[in-house]
């Protein structure tokens, strides 16, 4: 197979942090990962957290002669924050927002308004690159799931899970169409977690830090490390090293190979400079694709009394969120039918009044009428949270049916 | 080709118009449809509006024996209402939701809360048929796009152009996956529409009604119908004859040849019964799909130069939504500044009242809070407003420039 022709893909991937008004030296830290891209000429640059529209319309200015094609993914109220550049054409989009994200009245995590998705581009490596004869299909994926923001009492794990899977299924279904898929993103897992598992059980995706034959950068390939000044550093308390949650995952769909010669991250700061790019690493890789004989076929990665395993573990977690969803539908259920009673009850009151079966004034109006208040905003409050819950159990069902069916697909595999 | 195996694949798609507590005569409907199934014998059958999922239990039970493969798409508050019962294994499943789908406070629509979407699942024709050497994979979707509640002011238009416009990028992006494609359900377009024109002309889909060798059923294949009992007869009073919005789509993907033989509608009543299955008519297609020795590749249904123009109308439409949705952007935001101005107003007044600046009491007490009250309440509504036509104006936006990289695509093709 040596010998055949084949083609470098040199990927960028990073979590921006740049949130308007909120992430530090933003406009600084841009203009940073603006002049790094062009110096460097990557292949593909898989871009999240890039929350500002302007900030991707300055960049894209900026790229426009090494990286012709972009794309700007939107979704959600504030964004995806996902965006692409690159040096190939851009044939296609795709935007798959994940059915659960976190809860709206969690104001100060906020992933809910975030509308956190996987966003799906294919291209066409050109052919002007003269090193690959017939030209690979690639669907480049920048991503983001749910942030973790206590890893003891993990709330939000059914929910990431959930994406986890909904991701897993979107590649699946979606890789066909393509001949080398490579995935970006920050995926809020530690390697070793159940959703990362599952992720790359169930799709046959690579890991590129485990793959590459050189690695160059942080310890473990973290992508959160405690030197970057932007840390929070008591996040970091019980991993001294950090913790890796970016990923560049690959794998190869039809008649090709792909290997990973090379992965780099940034170790705290950015190349040659006193700032980092943001408060995550950026992750490198260099991938190397060959054209084979036949075809690869579809492969699973993990074995597959393993990936049952994993999906059964996985199905767990997920059944444990059901629960918690349905204690909450039922509890924020029962305090609309409460604040509902309660209106119900003053309305009677007053119409009693009104009557002229009480004597005079039974309660003072100023407390009465603010009484009826609060109560109307209970039960607006309370259904709202109702429904939302609601909306969480089905999803959370649909998945783990899903599950179950995969799972009876692996059992039943000769 | 004569000669080679080949499946016969015949198609059920029913919207069923089964709504707890509103539908009429649901119960012995959803009976009537359960019967009809098991006697006839269906491969496939696609069936939306199903909100109950109770009603899916029964039919799961009463199908069990001739479909023993059956998947309920959950979503939304209320759910998808999609549901497929299949004679050939379901591997996998996926649901996609479209990002826009109608507005919450539209509550007589509703469409919002069901959170309209297309399932895809994926079978594989069992080789226990004994008619096709080669088993094609196909991934029956079932589907249901916005309602259209006033065709000469369709507020919707955008709204469905958006989802048609999901469905048929859902579609190219899955459907490699695939050795045949299989889409019904009520797409709530006439067969003209641009929307329509859109999704058949971006996939490559064919419409079963156009190509099939054989009819039987209403005139033009309609599936609203002025003699269905259930049909509000003010709503066709432009088309005295009906309007079609139901269909069975279709492709082959791969080296696979389909031909629609025969198309069939029910005409008011179910089969020999004296009520009809639901609202719509039934749409019955019997397919024949066949091997052929080179793979067709995946071609355009129309003539390129005429899909660019029915991406431009649909691009031009899906503007004219965008700049709706701007201004409802605007008014809503407006409102809630001036709503938040009113309650810092009375907040001054207060504590200019507590400072002893103002003599006596400016105010009755009770009018204060009422207003105070009333203020909060319009800021709260505004704000959510606000935040969805935010929502609503990306997802416009996203689909007009992915529609846009499409228009250069196709003129850029050779």
Chains 1, 2 share one sequence.
Request: proline share 4%.
């Amino acid at each position: 197979m040596e010998g055949e022709p084949t083609l470098q893909l040199r990927v960028f991937d990073l979590n921006c942090w740049a949130i308007r008004y909120l992430s530090k030296r933003r406009q600084e830290r841009v203009q940073l990962i603006g002049d790094t891209l062009r110096r460097e000429g990557f292949d593909l640059v898989l871009l999240q957290e890039v929350w500002s529209e302007r900030d991707y319309s300055d960049l894209k200015v900026k790229l426009g002669g090494c990286y012709p094609f972009s794309h700007y993914f939107r979704s959600g109220v504030i964004g995806s924050g996902l965006c692409v550049f690159s040096r190939f054409p851009i044939l296609d989009t795709l935007l798959y927002q994940y059915s659960l994200n976190g809860y709206p009245y969690m104001l100060q995590h906020g992933d809910w308004f975030c509308g956190k998705s996987v966003g799906l581009s294919r291209s066409r490596a050109s052919a002007g690159m003269g090193v690959l004869a017939s030209r690979p299909l690639f669907p480049p994926s920048s991503c983001q799931l749910h942030a973790e923001y206590c890893r003891e009492k993990d709330a939000y794990l059914p929910h990431r899970l959930v994406q986890a899977w909904e991701l897993a299924q979107f590649i699946r279904h979606t890789s066909k169409a393509a001949d080398v898929v490579v995935l970006g993103g920050d995926l809020n897992m530690h390697p070793e977690d159940v959703g990362i598992r599952l992720l790359r059980g169930w799709t046959g995706l690579r890991d590129a830090f485990a793959e590459a034959t050189r690695f160059e950068g942080c310890e473990d390939g973290c992508t959160l490390v405690p030197n970057n000044c932007f840390t929070v550093n008591s996040e970091l308390l019980p991993f001294p090293l950090g913790i890796r949650i970016d990923y560049i995952l690959y794998k190869a769909v039809s008649s090709f190979t792909v290997k990973c010669e090379e992965l780099k991250t940034t170790t705290g700061t950015a190349p040659g400079m006193d700032i980092p790019f943001s408060d995550h690493e950026a992750v490198m890789a260099t991938l190397r694709i060959r054209r084979q004989g036949q075809a690869a076929g579809d492969t699973l990665a993990t074995a597959e009394p393993t990936l049952a395993d994993v999906v059964t573990e996985a199905r767990t977690e997920v059944g444990v969120g059901l629960r918690a969803a349905r204690r909450q539908r039922y509890s924020a259920g029962r305090m609309a039918v409460l604040a509902l009673l309660l209106l119900l009850l003053q309305a009677a009151a007053v119409l009693g009044a009104l009557a002229g079966l009480a004597a005079g004034q039974p309660f003072p109006k100023l407390s009465f009428s603010l009484l009826a208040f609060l109560a109307l905003g209970v039960l607006l409050l309370a259904t709202g949270l109702h429904l939302f819950h609601t909306m969480e159990v089905k999803m959370l069902q649909g998945t783990e049916e899903q599950m179950r069916m995969a799972l009876r697909a692996l059992q039943e595999r000769p």
